[in-house]
């Protein structure tokens, strides 16, 4: 009776430990999929400094100054769209729309050729080689696909039901991550990814925030990506620049979104004969374009733009027209399909308008240049409290926290009314739309896909 008692405790412990494992096993492997998206964008963002600061020492050195770029750039975008076309598909542009996409399919099956660690690691690969060429590129839109990406292979892995949670707290963290802006990460989530509030998910997103944050901040420190800023209104003429901003730099946001939109639209299908060819053919001719561009700017619309625009944020007036070189070299960056975001070419592009507005009205550099940040993002994202918490979490700028509301507000309405389809959501549809495709092609039955708003 003794012995089988024993045996009965011990059978008993080891279903507890057993149960417990099951439980406790999907927490730990999400926890170290928010640690690694942390560590992981830490690193994507060294390795991107690196490769812009490698094409700012050779294109600074000597007579390659003006040959170079000709040569180099229009390469690199040609062998970046062949690669993405070839080895990564579905890496292309920001990462953001297929992040979006991946959201609103059913089928795991869909959803893997659009977030996967293969992506993540081509991402990763080819916004380095985009950066080291001068295209006006960011980091930031390809950090939220790769956390993304980690984190719908944790929901694999850990065995977890909740892909489209998963998903939505992986882009947070990338975010997070990529400026060490955590609550710009969660109202990106909640505003821009999921355009609702689900109590279930959000929890999942903060934490994912947290762990990422973390990480992040144990290899890079606590900083403000463009340094500490104060400036506040003290003059109507300072206060007009709320309303010039916000309804310019929602205009120009409105134009940039509704180009990218119209002619994507139209390369699609000119590229449908031959997307290979055609596709490479696309990248030589922006890639041309941008480098030109880049050459008759003193090269600086090359890279992200972060230089200029942390300048700007600390008072240095950029040339009048520095924002329309960059909005132009962003845009072409953009269409030639190269793997690259639109976060940090945009700030700079808000950075240069405001920058302009306040050098002709004589007001704060600073003040200005913020306020551009605003107004211009928010006109291309759609996404005003986004705009208003990552560009105060950037530059710690908490004396214009009210300019920088009213802004991004006047930017975003401005925008609404000139162009009626947010561009990620817009761009989102394309990734949705292929997906359904491929379905009925292969004769599979076509799950139904949450509608993107």
Known sequence: MADLYRK?????????????????RPR?????????TGVISVGFAKLADFAQHAFTRLTTAGSWTFLLPMLLTPLAFALSAYLSMRFFPNAQGSGIPQAIAARHLKDDEDRGKLLSLRIAFGKILLTVLGLFSGASIGREGPTVQVGASIMLAVARFGGMAQARGLILAGSAAGIAAAFNTPLAGIVFAIEEMSR?????????????????????????????????????????????????CGVGGGALGAAFSGMALYFGQRIRRWAQPAPLKRVVMLAVFCGIAVATIGVVSGGKTFGTGYEQARGAVQGEALPLLFFLEKFAAGFLSMLSGIPGGIFAPSLAVGAGLGSTVGSLLGTSLTLAAILGMAGYFAGVVQA??????????????????????????????????????????????????????ARRASGKSVGEAEPSH
Do not use: Q
């Open 8 to 24: 009965s405790k011990l059978l008993r412990r080891s279903r507890v430990f057993r149960g417990s494992l099951s439980l406790w």
């Open 28 to 36: 730990l492997v999400f926890w170290c999929g928010a640690l690694a």
């Open 196 to 244: 609702t509030y689900e109590a279930r998910a959000n929890g999942l997103v903060l934490v994912a925030v947290i762990l990422s944050g973390l990480a992040a901040l144990g290899l890079s420190g606590s900083y403000h990506y463009f340094g500490s800023a104060s400036a506040a209104p003290g003059t109507l003429r300072d206060w007009s620049l709320v309303l010039i």
């Open 384 to 437: 005003p409290m986004t705009a208003f918490v990552i560009i105060l979490e950037m530059t710690g700028d908490h004396e214009a926290a009210i300019p920088l509301m009213a802004v991004s507000m006047i930017g975003y309405l401005t925008s609404r009314i000139l162009s009626r389809e947010p561009l990620y959501h817009g761009l989102s549809r394309v990734f949705i739309a292929a997906a359904i495709r």
